[in-house]
């Protein structure tokens, strides 16, 4: 019985269709074009017609620790013990690293849209960076999407494992003038920048993303300005500078993420999209006029433990303090950079007084609202304001009155089809608003609620006898114990444990 089964599983394989050699080269290239070089490199040993199709791709990408075969061996556990023979093989990799990458870029044979290279701050010592990003720029056609990261490990590593120069600092590649000038779209990661004349004429630079750099207020400033045309700008746990000014107003995505600055302006005219995540900064620098803002992120996560600033004490700025500083503008230029937002995604705390009438301030200015998401801060943090405890600044009147007392709420009976709140801790105030929602909102199609803490089952039992006034409303709830989401029905009989 088992070798005719074995035949039949044979037969079988054999009258199933091969789907990818039926693909033409060129989709095929697109696939390869996903791996990195190295794995891309070894389809060439498939078939001969798998030979040369990775020569064809469109993108690059390269991984110095994939492609230097020693280097995989510090992986183990028994990597501290390296022999001398084993260190003097890593280091020849790392210096012949450059010359490997030249082999790979002299036998692409068609256009390079797109290339990344993840590589050592030896690299850097040995100029080869700055030839690769030339070779590429002359020689390539269609070029027009790199990334750059320097492996921020290796320099730990290189001190105390690799027998390198002691005079090895920090990343800092100098390309000629105007070397992004034929970009559309550059990642920089653990760099310094030390001039800007490489983004000099980059009138087709459309996005930029600047991650761990070390950067000067004059050299962002100057960057800032080269890139006229720039429509997507992230800049994440960057040091070195003071002020952010964006006054582009071609730039439609925004995000600052991890940053102690003295002053943040923003004032751009078809911005669509803006993150603020962990900032250190006085909130009453912070200027933001964005009229067509569709898109706000708000919060404070734990990235910011990692920042430098965190040990000078200096406190984060809260999603509720920028909630404010978005406000001021409301009130002093009658601007209202609320008023397109589609979504919401906010920390907040709603047994605190400040910041519901916050909240409440930005349900009344937001006319076209419809997704809403809500992140219980939990503040363990001792760099976080303290700006008072839900007890402190408890509202006196009930909190269904605080939501039903004003016609502040508009938005959320008429527009709001999807909330979502995580870490609710089933707290009265919360409660209140939950059920303020589900009874008035009447667009409403989806509710989805994460508990922190607190019996699910009474949760359930709650929100099962609120009336709801979607009659398409679908109410999701899941506790800190459970893998599953769960749907609540109105008026359900159900079986459901802690």
């Given amino acids: 019985m088992r070798i005719r089964s074995t035949k039949k599983a044979k037969i079988e394989d054999n009258d199933v269709p091969d789907i990818i050699s039926k693909l033409p080269d060129v989709v095929l290239s697109f696939i390869i074009s996903k791996l990195p070089i190295d794995e891309a490199a070894r389809t060439s040993i498939l078939s001969k017609r798998w030979r040369t199709l990775w020569r064809h791709s469109l993108r690059l990408d390269f991984e110095w620790r994939r492609m230097i075969k020693p280097f995989s061996q510090l992986q183990n556990p028994e990597a501290a013990h390296l022999d001398s023979s084993l260190k003097e093989a890593i280091k020849k990799g790392i210096s012949r690293y450059g010359l490997l990458i030249y082999l790979v870029l002299n036998r692409h044979l068609t256009e390079l849209h797109s290339c990344r290279f993840f590589h050592a701050p030896r690299s850097l010592v040995y100029k080869d960076v700055e030839a690769w990003v030339e070779f590429l720029v002359e020689n390539k056609k269609g070029f027009s999407d790199l990334s750059l990261e320097c492996d921020p490990a290796v320099d730990l590593e290189t001190r105390e494992r690799f027998p390198f120069s002691d005079s090895w600092d920090s990343p800092k590649p100098r390309f000629p003038l105007a070397t992004f000038s034929c970009l559309s779209s550059l990642e920089l990661i653990n760099y310094t920048l030390v001039c800007s004349s490489p983004f000099v004429g980059c009138e087709k630079m459309r996005k930029l993303r600047l991650k761990k750099i070390q950067v000067e207020d004059e050299i962002l400033h100057g960057i800032l300005k080269s890139c006229v045309c720039l429509e997507d700008f992230s800049l994440s746990e960057s040091t070195g500078f003071r002020k952010v000014e964006i006054q582009s107003q071609g730039l439609k995505f925004l995000e600052f993420k991890a940053l102690c600055v003295d ?123 303290s700006i008072g405890s839900g007890d402190h600044y408890a509202i006196p009147y009930s909190m269904s009155a605080f939501w039903e007392r004003t016609d502040s709420c508009n938005c959320i009976l008429n527009k709001l089809k999807f909330v979502c709140i995580r870490g609710f801790r089933c707290r009265k105030l919360e409660i209140e608003f939950i059920k303020h929602l589900i009874t008035q909102a009447t667009m409403m199609e989806r509710f989805t609620i994460f508990c922190g803490s607190g019996s699910i089952r009474e949760v359930a039992e709650f929100l099962r006898s609120l009336p709801r006034a979607s009659i398409n409303l679908s109410i999701m709830l899941k506790s800190a114990k459970s893998r599953h989401l769960i749907e609540l029905t109105e008026n359900e009989d159900s079986s459901m444990t802690d």
Avoid: W
């Fill in 263 to 385: 002053e943040i302006d923003i004032s751009t005219e078809r911005l669509e999209v803006l993150v603020l995540d962990s900032l250190i900064c006085p909130v009453k620098s912070m200027k933001m006029n964005a009229q067509n803002l569709r898109f706000l992120h708000c919060h404070g996560n734990p990235v910011a433990g990692r920042m430098p600033s965190i040990g000078e004490g200096e406190p984060i700025v809260e999603a509720e303090e920028i909630r404010e500083s978005c406000c001021y503008p409301l009130e002093s230029q009658g601007s209202n950079i609320f008023q397109r937002l589609l979504t919401l995604s906010i920390d907040l705390d709603l047994t605190n007084k400040r910041e519901a009438l916050t909240l409440s301030l930005i349900l009344t200015s937001s006319f076209h609202l419809q997704t809403l998401e809500i992140i219980v801060p939990v503040r363990k943090h001792s760099n976080y304001r």
